[in-house]
């Protein structure tokens, strides 16, 4: 166990429709990481967090988007979503930005898109 | 830029084989960590090792073994004495400082380990 908690595990839901992915980080950890992991494109980098602002971008959608509260848990929103977007989608965390400081990655949440 | 090859995309072995699972990675950076992780059935992302690009070292740990090798921009992962929980799909990663403090994963290698 990474100590990461990402809910929900499964979500199953329709084109065009919106959800949100949820990730509690490690306790005392100020950075977030989401990584998506499909068939097509494999495991990449969406986008970062530290402490509440957003520290870098990846391959991320426009349609995606995602923020760090106060108490650092993050939330990755999916809007209008594609068939395409069907993934396992992974967030990690870290204990501060700047490396080489680990990223443990939480279970994932696995999105089926129909 | 960054890009981490995993050139084998399945690995099948009969259980108490020896199995290397090959990475071959590029940067630009002189500064860089590489990694490797296991991902169960189950899904969960397993982090096993990290090496900097100063050591060179090879590690073992337990039935695990890394050989690190600049001169070939490689990071081979052995199991030795190979056993059915070992099957899963291993990522080997990237991290560099012009990719901040992201990964850049492999596309992974399959490994199945028959009884």
């Known amino acids: 166990d990474s100590g990461v908690t990402q809910t929900p595990k499964h979500l199953i839901t329709a084109t065009g429709q919106r959800v949100t992915l949820r990730c509690s980080p490690r306790s005392g950890d100020l950075s977030v990481y989401w990584y998506q992991q499909s068939l097509d494109q494999g495991l990449q980098f969406l986008i970062q967090?530290?402490?509440?602002?957003?520290?870098a971008k990846g391959n991320i959608l426009e349609r995606f988007s995602a923020q760090q509260f106060p108490d650092l848990h993050s939330e990755l929103n999916l809007s209008s979503l594609e068939l395409g977007d069907s993934a396992l989608y992974f967030c990690a965390s870290s204990v501060e930005v700047g490396w080489p400081h680990e990223q443990y990655f939480g279970p994932g949440t696995r999105l089926t898109v129909t | 830029a960054q890009k981490v090859t995993q050139a084998q995309t399945e690995i099948s072995v009969v259980e108490k084989e020896d199995v290397t699972l090959d990475c071959v990675y590029e940067t630009r950076d002189t500064t860089y960590y590489l990694f490797w992780y296991k991902q169960p059935p189950s899904g969960e992302l397993v982090f096993l090792i990290r090496r900097n690009s100063f050591d060179e070292q090879n590690e073992i740990s337990g039935r695990y073994s890394w050989n690190f090798q600049k001169s070939t921009s490689s990071f081979n992962f052995t199991i030795t004495a190979s056993q059915v929980v070992d099957s899963a799909v291993y990522f080997c990663a990237l991290r560099d400082q012009t990719g901040a403090n992201n990964l850049f994963f492999g596309t992974g290698t399959r490994l199945t380990v028959i009884p």
């Open positions: 967090y530290y402490n509440g602002e957003e520290r």
